[in-house]
């Protein structure tokens, strides 16, 4: 059975940093992409970065150069860090496949940014 855990989260300051940890019950899942994906207050929710099988990572224009995707093969874990963080960034985080199965979306984990 699938299980994704995302954990990590909290409230920041502006220009603070997190790190984001994803525990991810699935099999096999050296080969398969993840992502990572956020839900702010009244807005859909987005793909925020993604990490191929074999290390490929993409992200969207407003988190280059601040988020950071990497995996742990090993560990079936897929981690975000995530600096110089803005308000804007607020929002519940979630990490998935991708594409996301979504009947199996973990509870996410919590980033305010906030002064």
């Known amino acids: 059975q699938v299980q994704l855990v995302e954990s990590g989260g909290g409230l920041v300051q502006p220009g603070g940093s997190l790190r984001l940890t994803c525990v991810a019950s699935?099999?096999?899942?050296?080969?398969?992409?993840m992502a990572w994906f956020r839900h702010a207050p009244g807005k859909q929710r987005e793909l925020v970065a993604s990490?191929?099988?074999?290390?490929?990572?993409y992200y969207i224009d407003s988190v280059k150069g601040r988020f950071t995707i990497s995996r742990d093969n090993a560990k079936n874990i897929v981690h975000l860090q995530i600096n110089s963080l803005k308000p804007e960034d607020t929002a519940v985080y979630y990490c998935?496949?991708?594409?996301?199965?979504?009947?199996?979306w973990g509870q996410g984990t919590q980033v305010t940014v906030s002064s």
């Open positions: 998935n496949l991708l594409p996301p199965l979504t009947n199996y």
């Open positions: 699935v099999s096999p899942f050296s080969t398969n992409p």
């Open positions: 990490i191929t099988s074999r290390g490929t990572t």
